[in-house]
């Protein structure tokens, strides 16, 4: 691959917190970052060098972005693979990850017949076309399940829990399924979500992070905690699995890969999402371990050889969600969270409170030599966004 | 202090390195950055809101950057303490460090008479107005003697040993006396330097980072590893130096204090320099500790809480320098330098090549259990600038 002369330049299409933290990783390696959004002054903007407004699907806005990078990527789901594809072969501007990837994982049902295929331990599921399609998967599954719109759905969005027969129809409706359809997930009884950020380099190099642990609400990530409150050999079949799930991806980039841990169960992990991208379980890497997620991918999808993703300590991270009434941002408490000693501020930048946004996040990093200490640490971590509020 | 309604914004007198690892300290403290720099595209300006183009020393431009900010700071010793007095009376933007601290630090002759009534161990020195002078103070002080310009110098520039009576003439114009005279210090036989990033916060809270041993070459500073290779009751007296040289300081942020130690003296720990911002003796922090110097500035200078200081490991850094003849900076070799598991590179973006100057810096995480491999972990990391050219 040819890089500039006077180092590299990434583009990435989206530029929200995952564009920024990307920005943050990239300066410092000499490597320059054009990012579009369809938002002016986008999260990623004031720590990148250049903004494209525009469409995440928009011809133009793309290959704006493409012809003054070296490799293109994207931080959002919402890219679109035909986009990308042809911009790439206008441009010459190699895509990472791979279109094709990106098309996968958009498609629930195509991603998950791929992962069956490759023998990937997955929750039962169906394709639903209508009610009567998830009121018989329903009762093949046993009630309650999961309803998973095919395509649009990420970070919880477009995921519904269907109680009953008679909820069909709302829920199908409540997912959007529309022409697309929709899938049926048998509900797992987990007792607990972990989470393996996973790395392909170039020249088949693959990396994991250590296992994560992650705390959902309502669909939405609350908190995570590394090293996950499991034992060693889920952490490993954890890691197993992962690593499994790369092997089915194409191109280079780091990968989000959600699992649920069922212990007692034949499968004792079992994939849930995995995204083509960083992933909000992996923001404890910046402080917790040797590489962050961003600099890995940034390392990966420029052919730089992959970092070290030793953990460093026992680590927490807890998102700052947004409260109330949609409104401007206004950062307030400040003082008293970083009064918490280690506690690592990382806000995001965004000009409008929404409830349920995702503002900011803290980590909280623990004592290198208590690697037994992750239940403690978690509650500590979940207590610091009482410290701030959005004025 | 009245912050802005939608976060703090921070103005920098200069934006080169410093400036630019302030930037990347801020941005996820919510805490926007404007910086002023004469150079167009200094350094920091990738990553910060905004830059004033104009001379350290304008009025003009550092009221425009003091217009935009709710306090200001300098990351430069060139910044003007009347200018930066003025400023802050005709806006109501407060300073820190306190102008006066940088008026006593730009005179080396001042600072040393402060520190010299405050009972703070320094080499001895002499006031030199010319050459006879210089001669008489080599003659008590015994040759060679170190001389010093009293103004204009820093990271050793204005810094020149003096053999002998013969080269007094010439020594004096090249440390550029002038009017202002120069100071001639005995030249201690020093077992090796020491350095300590020392802050003080709001309510006269003060912090210290760990000792840091500093290897300097012609004056310039090439590596530096912490723990220091010396005994813990060194490290303890050069902590002790450290916050009695900043109880004479006044106003908040961070400074970077020069210590030599030399082993069997009756001092075993002396001042050498001063300086009133982040300095390169503290660039191992921003991996090698909870937090990092340049965090902490942003913190101090803020009025917010002091973060922590601990060491996460012992770390090693070095400076990339530029060789061969001026050019524009292209950045080789990253790959090879990626490689090495754990180097972590920081470049400053600087468009141009010249020799000695400060392209970037390399930190080198060891071993957190391994507190005794110091000198391993120097050596190694003296080794990576082979990595990486500059085309």
Not at 199 to 221: K, M, N, S, W, Y
Request: glycine share 10%.
């Amino acid at each position: 691959m040819h890089l500039s002369d006077d180092g590299p330049t990434l583009g990435v299409v989206g530029g929200g917190q995952l564009g920024r933290m990307l920005g943050e990783a990239a300066g410092p390696l000499g490597v320059r970052v054009v990012v579009s959004d369809p938002t002016p002054n986008c999260p990623a903007s004031p720590v990148v060098d250049e903004q494209v407004v525009g469409a995440f699907d928009d011809h133009e806005t793309v290959r704006a972005v493409a012809e003054r990078s070296d490799v293109l990527t994207y931080e959002i789901e919402l890219a679109d693979p035909d986009t990308l594809a042809a911009v790439a072969e206008e441009t010459g501007t190699p895509v990472h990850p791979h279109p094709e990837t990106l098309r996968t994982i958009q498609d629930k049902l195509v991603q998950n017949d791929a992962f069956a295929e490759a023998g990937i331990p997955l929750p039962e599921y169906h394709r639903v076309d209508d009610a009567a399609d998830l009121r018989a998967a329903g009762d093949a599954l046993g009630w309650p399940v999961m309803l998973k719109a095919r395509t649009g759905g990420y970070d919880g969005r477009g995921n519904v829990p269907v109680e009953g027969p008679e909820e069909a129809a709302a829920a199908l409706a409540e997912v959007g399924a529309g022409d697309d359809g929709a899938l049926a997930e048998r509900m797992v009884p987990f007792d607990r979500e972990l989470a393996v950020i996973g790395c392909r380099g170039a020249d088949g190099q693959t990396a994991a992070f250590p296992v994560t642990e992650t705390v959902h609400e309502a669909e939405i990530l609350r908190a995570t905690v590394s090293p996950a409150r499991t034992d060693r050999a889920t952490r490993e079949r954890a890691r197993e699995v992962a690593l499994d799930v790369l092997d089915t991806l194409e191109g280079r980039g780091v990968f989000g890969i959600e699992l649920f841990e069922q212990s007692g169960a034949e499968d004792t992990i079992l994939v849930n999402e995995v995204a083509p991208r960083p992933h909000n379980s992996g923001h404890w890497t910046i402080e917790g371990c040797s590489t962050s997620q961003f600099g890995q991918h940034v390392r990966a999808v420029l052919g730089w050889p992959l970092g070290a993703t030793d953990r460093r300590c026992p680590t927490a991270s807890v998102n700052l969600l947004g409260k109330g009434e949609v409104r401007p941002a206004r950062l307030a408490g400040v003082e008293d969270l970083l009064a918490v000693q280690g506690a690592a501020l990382h806000w995001y930048g965004k000009r409008e409170v929404r409830p349920l946004r995702k503002m900011g996040h803290v980590t909280l990093p623990g004592d290198a030599t208590d690697i037994h200490g992750a239940d403690a640490l978690l509650s500590r971590a979940r207590h610091l966004p009482d410290q701030v509020t959005f004025a």
